[in-house]
């Protein structure tokens, strides 16, 4: 993305503008490309299995990172799908006039960072996905509406997703809730499924949301950058990047009034609608990942009206997807690794050991933001801790939904330092990683303080 420098704007320079100048400074000179930062974790990652793990020889090690390349493909093609039919959605016309008018309501930059962080809080909390692409959405066209930094707005779009594990779609609290499901370790220790009335609608979850929907879009209004600092996009760049696809010429041939067929799109559209709504009903109205992928794609070709205008959206879109298709891979490896040789049980274990009734929730949480920065699924996440977790709580007699949103929270906060997330956003808003991740730091303070002290004092006792 061209940047261009913003010499001035209305946004006062702060004594906590100063101290996130320094933190933008220094990863900008330390942090690597988010590839870079993935090949040196899996290397970690193999050296600290190979003296720590029990079960971890060279060959273990290399056998249990091939093999885990291999366990995130579904994944990682998921999130390539979400991220193109989400950018191609946005390229329609409708979509396009509602986050212009959206991101015409801030009149200054700091007005700018609160209403992104707010409206990709809401979002993520919804689903992360969906949160995911329209904070990255929002922010582009925030950007060509009013010079400010950018990385500064892509970093307040990012930060709406620390509550995404604490909301609807959160994997780890609705696989407890869900019986039967092979992530489901609570019921499998215990018997017990547990609803989302113990996990997500709790006060020492939702306590924390409303303290960061308050406080983070306030602290951003003080974090930017010195003016000399600033560094805008180029709004006529971004205008020129986000102008609808052109579809290919019409033609009288019978292969042209087929590409441009609106029967054709509008037959998929109930198809696809029908589909969905059968699998709503049968998750009794659950939304999950390949759901938002279908509805993305559902009212892009909707909104597009004809399949050569679709097609046309989506090649438009792809050219964005380049950076997620080889990095996905990588971080496979890296939980292959955590997971087969047992390093991550070993960390989960030296907190446990000292655990007790009241303090196992924070220290779940801790250890969970450990092992996220090496395995950042959620999922993956889980089934390497909930193990070791669950008994450990049941034997001291704590709260089991306490400890399974201890490590939810551990996995939100860490994301925000941890790119594996921020891979979709950074690709649709056409940033680098550094210029993002130092604004980044005060979000992961913050909510590490809001949801550590909620751990500590608003888990009620088993």
Same mark, same amino acid.
């Not at 950018?150 to 307040?156: E, I, M, S």
């Given at each position: 993305?061209d940047?261009?420098?913003? &010499?001035?704007?209305e946004?006062k320079y702060?004594?906590? !503008?100063r101290?996130t100048?320094?933190?933008v400074?220094l990863?900008d @000179?330390?942090?690597?490309d988010p590839y870079?930062f993935?090949?040196?974790?899996t290397?970690?990652?193999a050296l600290?299995?190979?003296?720590f793990a029990?079960?971890a020889?060279p060959?273990q090690?290399?056998?249990a990172?091939?093999g !885990?390349?291999f366990?995130?493909?579904?994944f990682?093609f998921q999130?390539v799908?979400?991220?193109v ?5 946005? #390229?329609a016309?409708?979509i ?6 959206i ?5 200054n930059?700091a ?23 329209t904070?990255a959405?929002l922010?582009?066209e925030?950007a060509k509406?009013?010079p400010?930094d ?7 779009a990012?930060s ?8 609807l779609? !959160? #994997? ?5 809730a869900?019986?039967? /499901?092979? +992530?489901?370790i609570?019921?499998?220790?215990t018997g017990i499924?547990?609803?989302?009335s ?10 924390? +949301?409303a ?6 879009p306030i602290?951003f209004r003080?974090?930017g950058?010195?003016p000399?600092?600033t560094?805008a996009?180029?709004?006529d760049k971004?205008r ?5 696809p @052109? ?6 041939t019978?292969? $042209?009034?087929l590409d441009n067929?609106w029967i054709?799109?509008?037959l +998929?559209v109930l198809?696809i609608a029908?589909?969905?709504g059968?699998?709503l ?7 999950d &990942? ?7 794609l559902?009212?892009?070709l ?10 046309a959206?989506i ?10 298709i080889l990095?996905?891979?990588l971080? $496979? $490896? &890296?939980?292959g ?9 070993v960390?989960?274990?030296v907190f ?8 196992i929730?924070?220290?779940t949480y801790?250890?969970s933001?450990?092992?996220t920065?090496f395995?950042p699924s ?8 909930g193990?070791?977790?669950v008994?450990a709580?049941?034997?001291?007699h704590a709260s089991l939904?306490?400890?399974t949103? /201890?490590v939810?929270m551990?996995e #939100?906060?860490?994301n925000? &330092?941890?790119p ?5 956003i950074?690709?649709i ?7 993002m991740?130092g604004f980044?730091?005060?979000t992961?303070?913050v909510?590490f ?9 608003l888990?009620?006792?088993?």
């Open positions: 993305m940047e261009v420098t913003v &010499l001035s704007h946004h702060t004594a906590l !503008g101290v100048t320094f933190f400074y990863f @000179q330390i942090m690597p870079v993935a090949v040196i974790l290397f970690v990652a600290l299995a190979f003296f029990p079960n020889r060959q090690i290399a056998t990172w091939y !885990g390349v366990n995130l493909f579904t990682a999130m799908i979400m991220l039919a989400g950018y191609a959605l946005a #390229s016309p409708a396009r006039n509602l986050l212009g008018r991101a015409s309501i801030p009149t930059p007005a700018a960072v609160s209403l992104t962080i707010v409206v990709s809080m809401i979002a993520s909390w919804i689903n992360w996905g969906m949160g995911l692409v904070a959405l922010a582009r925030i509406r009013i400010m950018f990385g500064w707005l892509v970093a307040a990012y709406g997703f620390v509550i995404s594990t604490e909301g779609s !959160g #994997s780890i609290a609705l696989s407890q869900t019986h039967g /499901s092979a +992530l489901n609570v019921e499998k220790v499924v547990t609803p989302l113990h996990t997500v609608f709790t006060r020492f979850n939702l306590i924390p +949301l303290v960061l929907l308050i406080v983070l602290v003080y974090i950058p010195a000399a600092n560094f996009a180029n709004p971004l020129s990047e986000d102008a609808t @052109q579809a290919k010429e019409k033609t009288n019978l292969g $042209g009034k067929a054709l799109t509008v +998929l198809f029908t589909a969905l059968m699998e009903y049968r998750t009794k109205g659950s939304l &990942l390949n759901s938002v992928i279908m509805t993305l559902m009212l892009g909707l909104l597009h009206w004809t399949p050569a205008a679709y097609v959206a090649k438009h879109a792809a050219r964005i997807s380049g950076p997620l990095q996905y891979p971080y $496979g $490896g &890296l939980m690794i955590m997971t087969t040789t047992g390093l991550a049980g960390l989960s274990k446990l050991s000292f655990s007790t009734a009241h303090s929730h924070f220290w801790l250890t933001v450990i092992i920065f395995v959620g999922g993956g996440h889980w089934a390497v801790q193990p070791f977790a008994p709580a049941r034997d001291l939904a306490g400890v949103m /201890s939810a551990g #939100s906060v860490a925000m &330092l941890q594996f997330f921020a891979l979709p950074l690709a808003a056409g940033i680098k990683v550094q210029r991740m980044m730091v005060i992961f303070l909510s303080v809001a949801f550590g002290l909620s751990l500590l004092f888990v009620p006792a088993q």
